[in-house]
Nanobody, 116 residues
């Protein structure tokens, strides 16, 4: 079993930045197929924000392209989401996800609030 713990959420003004972190309880990075960040606003479906494939390619939701960047640190068992130029519509809970062959793990979420 792998546990994922997100951190880094909080309150930020529009135009500001935050970096979310997702710490895995053990090294998944040799086995993962994809890792990513999703978000879910109340009453809406969960939306994939950013995804990193094992080969190194990335893809982003259109709404965050050019503003968000996903990355990983193998030595720290950590996935990051750097969020710049934040907008009020980015306000919601963000979830980390790591997929291996036949397995999928999710964190408990970290809340981001963009407000003046």
């Amino acid at each position: 079993q792998v546990q994922l713990v997100e951190s880094g959420g909080g309150l930020v003004q529009p135009g500001g930045s935050l970096r979310l972190s997702c710490l895995a309880s053990r090294n998944m990075f040799r086995f993962y197929t994809t890792m990513g960040w999703s978000r879910q606003a109340p009453g809406k479906q969960r939306e994939l924000v950013a995804r990193l494939r094992s080969g190194g390619s990335t893809n982003y939701a259109d709404s965050v392209k050019g503003r968000f960047t996903i990355s990983r640190d193998n030595a720290k068992n950590t996935v990051y989401l750097q969020m710049n130029s934040l907008k009020p519509e980015d306000t919601t809970v963000y979830y980390c996800n790591i997929n291996g062959v036949g397995t999928s793990y999710w964190g408990q979420g970290t809340r981001v609030t963009v407000s003046s």
